[in-house]
């Protein structure tokens, strides 16, 4: 599976984003996916994933009734929709796929290549 991440961008505080996650390959429809972020001197932490099936879905706390993932496996994509945005959460923010549903990272076999995102005050 390749993955590519796009959407990022510059948003004042309390705006919205939506990212994408282009899959390419057959087994996207059986891969977990998950949405990860790095801010610049930290580690990379653990935003949101979903099943294969897209019926279940687990966020972090801090993005927690702010943030939406999603995907549409007959278009081999996934999607996180922020709103509310706020300076923490200003990163670049990794698209993954594996076996399971899971907040961690190891645990996951494939990766896009991330996509800024910047949120001013």
């Known amino acids: 599976v390749q993955l590519q991440a796009s959407g990022g961008g510059l948003m004042q505080a309390g705006g919205s984003l939506r990212l994408s996650c282009a899959a390419s390959g057959r087994t996207f429809s059986n891969a977990a996916m998950g949405w990860f972020r790095q801010a610049h001197g930290k580690e990379r932490e653990f935003v949101a994933a979903?099943?294969?099936?897209?019926?279940?879905?687990y966020y972090a706390d801090s993005v927690k009734g702010r943030f939406t993932i999603s995907r549409d496996n007959a278009k081999n994509s996934v999607y996180l929709q922020m709103n509310s945005l706020k300076p923490e959460d200003t990163a670049v923010y990794y698209c993954?796929?594996?076996?399971?549903?899971?907040?961690?990272?190891?645990?996951?076999?494939?990766w896009g290549q991330g996509t800024q995102v910047t949120v001013s005050s």
């Open positions: 993954a796929a594996g076996p399971y549903q899971t907040t961690t990272q190891y645990q996951y076999d494939y």
């Open positions: 979903i099943r294969r099936s897209g019926g279940s879905t």
